[in-house]
């Protein structure tokens, strides 16, 4: 991809931290019925409760991000064209584009707004909101419990917009998970370490929020051009769960 091309994404993506922003491009790209072939500026200002000098001004930016369109359209008395703002086709390109989209935005409205959290402190906390915990979820203490509290998070993963694969190592303790089709390339292209923060902290939150806090994970950038590799590893010693057996004595 060329560096234009992701810069320009990764400025579509910091342009998006703004909740005004969001809240305009999720009302246009949701639209139907009348408002399918677009809003003006004074009724989109109506359903944020805004001023619409103030919703003008987050559309000018949206349409020279390339996020909005805009077209001129004749009012039936006389006066000046209504100008209509719609999402520009392909900015949202599938219901996977659009859920990670707004997962992203809410990354770096954390890690670049007021919070001011670094970005794999954002990751932990969006795993803490989206996760719910289970009392009952301790460390696991056998290959194969853990095995299953890294298959729940890569469930998780898979439904974030990721295509994990998964490789077990060191007798199961050791994990590592190839993602594929990350939701977040284009800005990984830019800012690497934005990116692979963001992940260490969604999985390493996703394994707490599983009963899994001293779960070690690391991440190995851009193994192949569409390829980021984690390495998750459990701490907790396994205990065995060979049973040992004696031959009955019959007696006499």
């Known amino acids: 991809m060329a560096s234009g091309q992701t810069s320009a994404a990764h400025s579509k993506a910091l342009l998006l931290a703004s909740p005004v922003r969001r809240a305009i491009v999720d009302l246009l790209a949701e639209s139907d019925g009348e408002e399918a ?7 989109l200002a109506e359903l944020l409760e805004l001023h619409v000098t103030t919703v003008r001004f987050h559309l000018d930016q949206l349409v ?6 805009t077209s ?14 719609r999402a520009a086709p392909g900015s949202l390109t599938s219901a996977d584009d659009e859920r990670a989209r707004r997962m992203l935005t809410e990354l770096l409205a954390d890690s670049f ?5 670094t970005p794999a402190e954002a990751g932990r906390r969006w795993s803490r909101r989206h996760i719910p915990v289970d009392p009952a979820d301790v460390p696991a203490d056998t290959a194969g419990r853990w095995l299953t509290k890294v298959g729940r998070m890569i469930d998780i993963l898979a439904d974030w917009g990721y295509t994990p694969e998964v490789i077990t190592e ?14 977040f390339i284009d800005l990984a292209h830019t800012n690497p370490a934005v990116v692979c923060g963001i992940h260490r902290g969604l999985i390493h939150g996703a394994l707490e929020q599983l009963g899994e806090p001293e779960a070690q994970v690391g991440l190995e950038p851009f193994v192949e051009p569409d390829l980021c590799r984690a390495l998750v590893r459990t701490p907790t010693p396994f205990r065995s769960t060979a049973r040992s057996t004696s031959n009955p004595r019959s007696s006499s």
Not at 64 to 69: D, H, R, S
Not at 113 to 117: A, I, N
Not at 170 to 183: A, D, K, T, V, Y
Request: with cysteine; aromatic share 2%.
């Open 113 to 117: 707004g007021e919070s001011g959290l």
């Open 37 to 43: 072939d677009g809003m003006t500026a004074a009724q």
């Open 170 to 183: 060191e007798g199961g303790h050791s994990i590592r998970i190839n993602l594929r089709r990350c939701p």
């Open 72 to 85: 001129d359209v004749k009012s039936s008395g006389v006066g000046r064209p209504r100008k209509l703002y």
């Open 64 to 69: 020279t991000a390339g996020l909005l369109t």
